[in-house]
């Protein structure tokens, strides 16, 4: 019945621009941006799963209609164009702390309604059509979870994000520009 469900639904066209919300592809790929920058700490490494998580709910929430799925590349260049506005906005000194805590918070929302667990579990393979239901119906902002660390605990956490990322051997946009106002918080 469920299948079937489906199957009207995609005929009639349903599932497609209507599902479609731009806005929350915009958060979940500057939130995937915001992880990926994070996840050159070492001690942060756990949140790659987070960013597979931001990167499948932007794709989802992209697709207009004509198409069912998106690229890794598409995926990859949107997150890279996130990663360059985040880091002139950093520059520009635009505190991300907020975005950052929301990010994270938002992702373990969908972590928990998606129950990861289940979900990638070799007995459980979801089906696409299936998949696209469920990324398009998870939560698409952060619950009212009560923050236990103050905002200025989170802005620390982007800096030393960009700090890492920074650091780097590999090509980081505006590398200098970043390590430079990072001197500056410092002094």
């Given at each position: 019945m469920k299948n079937t469900l489906l199957v009207i639904l995609f005929s009639f066209g349903f599932?497609?621009?209507?599902?479609?919300?731009?806005?929350?592809?915009n958060s979940a790929i500057r939130c995937s941006a915001?992880?990926?920058?994070?996840?050159?700490?070492?001690?942060?490494?756990?949140?790659?799963?987070?960013?597979?998580?931001?990167?499948?709910?932007?794709a989802y929430h992209?697709?207009?209609g004509t198409d069912i799925e998106m690229t890794n590349g598409q995926i990859t260049a949107a997150q890279t164009e996130a990663i360059t506005k985040l880091s002139q906005e950093y520059i520009k000194g635009t505190n991300l702390a907020k975005e950052y805590r929301d990010?994270?918070?938002?992702m373990t929302?969908?972590?928990?309604?998606?129950?990861?667990?289940?979900?990638v579990s070799p007995e459980n393979q979801t089906e696409e059509a299936e998949e696209?239901?469920?990324f398009l119906s998870a939560p698409t902002e952060t619950s009212v979870?009560?923050?236990?660390?103050?905002?200025?605990?989170?802005?620390?956490?982007?800096?030393l994000g960009f700090a890492a990322w920074a650091s780097q051997e590999l090509?980081?946009?505006?590398?200098?520009?970043i390590l430079s106002k990072i001197s500056e918080k410092i002094e």
């Open positions: 599932i497609g621009s209507s599902y479609a919300n731009k806005d929350v592809a915001l992880i990926y920058i994070e996840i050159s700490r070492p001690e942060m490494s756990g949140l790659t799963a987070g960013e597979a998580l931001m990167n499948r709910l932007y992209m697709i207009d990010c994270i918070y938002w929302d969908i972590a928990k309604f998606i129950d990861i667990s289940e979900y696209m239901v469920l979870t009560i923050f236990k660390n103050p905002i200025e605990t989170w802005e620390q956490q982007v800096d090509e980081v946009p505006y590398k200098k520009a």
